[in-house]
């Protein structure tokens, strides 16, 4: 009884040292700074034993573990490799698809080019989706894989922890890029061309933390280059005066989920000095995504209209609407599992997109007239 009082008191003692707040300051400006009270992180940390205090005070703190998945399963060998690459972990490869989905539908519903046709580069994109996915996955562990060990999200993924070393994540690395470009090889060579030119984007992502608080724009720019690529792969060549606005309208979708997602990390990127907008837009994100969610759909929007495309796209564009607002209604910026539902139901809203336009295409390859936007 009387160890549990002291550890207890311990823990109430901690439990206060924490009130102080955290003041981050931009080292190019002094405009802004973010204030974390011991409310926010109380819910970031759901109880006592997870909070950061002083050794003296508690042990360190700790995540709960995550979930056994079907990696699990697999040969011991094996499993650093598909948790490097995300493998159970989907949702990013979705998000990486789904600007090529647009664009796909939305080229084919224009060009009115056969269904097998749009299916085919929807199963090339998809495809290569899951593998540049888990490239990027590679690039960014190996530039982060010091600073994700101060990270209690990341501190137990494969290089971080050492299962494997950075040599031979470069050799899988090689093999992820070697089938991104068998992939890319079906392509006409103007789509070539421009995927190739999106990888240097891909590199520099990782670096961009440690220098600005706009990483996130930085892989909106590259997460969404399949806006531009899979209409010039069905046509041949992309209408930029179409693609553009849909390319920007994914980007503004982008800075939207991401700045969700990294709020997850926000305490333990003050410590370490990682940036993001998460913490440049601090208490003001809620107004800022939504600002950015409106642009983004008025965007999607707009290049539908320049398509020429009928009602069921923009019901699609509307049920994302509703899916975003809900989102960024319930979204508690200081909890990590409502931060990921929220940034998984992010993804959701783009597939609303795609089902229009995939509604719209196939009503117009069916025959079926609709009208055009009222």
Known sequence: MRAALVRNFHLHSCWRTRSCRYKVLSAATTSWAIRLHTTNSSRLYPNPNELRCPRSLTTASTLPAPPASWIDRLPTKVQPYMHLIRADKPIGS????????????????????????????????G??????????????????????????????????????TPVQAFGFLGIQLSAGLAVLAQLNWYSIYLGASSLS???????????????????????NWGALLGWSAVAGATDWSICLPLYAGSFCWT???????????????????????????????????????????????????????SLPFYAGVGVAA??????????????????????VGC????????????????????????????
């Not at 899916?323 to 979204?331: D, E, F, N, Q, S």
């Not at 993804?347 to 009222?374: H, K, N, Q, R």
């Open 94 to 125: 979705a998000l990486l698809f789904l600007p090529c989905t647009w664009s796909i539908t939305m080229a084919s519903y224009q060009l009115d080019v056969p269904f097998m046709t749009s299916v085919k580069y929807l199963g090339l994109f």
């Open 127 to 164: 495809i290569g989706a899951i593998i540049m996915r888990g490239a990027g996955c590679i690039i960014n562990d190996m530039w982060d894989r010091k600073l994700d060990k101060a990270v209690e999200r990341t501190k137990n993924r494969p290089l971080a922890r050492g299962d494997i």
């Open 201 to 223: 984007l891909v590199t520099i992502y990782p670096f961009m933390k440690r220098i600005t608080y706009w990483p996130q724009a930085v892989l909106g720019l590259a997460f």
């Open 255 to 309: 800075l939207v989920y991401d700045t969700i997602y990294a709020h997850q990390d926000k305490l333990d990127d003050v410590t370490v000095g990682i940036r993001s907008t998460a913490l440049l837009f601090g208490p003001n994100s809620r107004f800022i995504l939504s600002t950015l969610s409106a642009s983004s759909l008025s965007l999607i929007t707009f290049a539908g209209f320049l398509n020429a495309n």
């Open 322 to 343: 509703v899916k975003l607002a809900r989102i960024l209604r319930k979204t508690d910026f200081n909890s990590r599992e409502s931060c990921w539902k929220g940034f």
């Open 347 to 374: 993804g959701w809203a783009g597939f609303w997109i795609w089902a229009g336009a995939m509604v719209d295409y196939g009503l117009l390859a069916s025959g079926t007239t609709i009208p055009f936007i009222i």
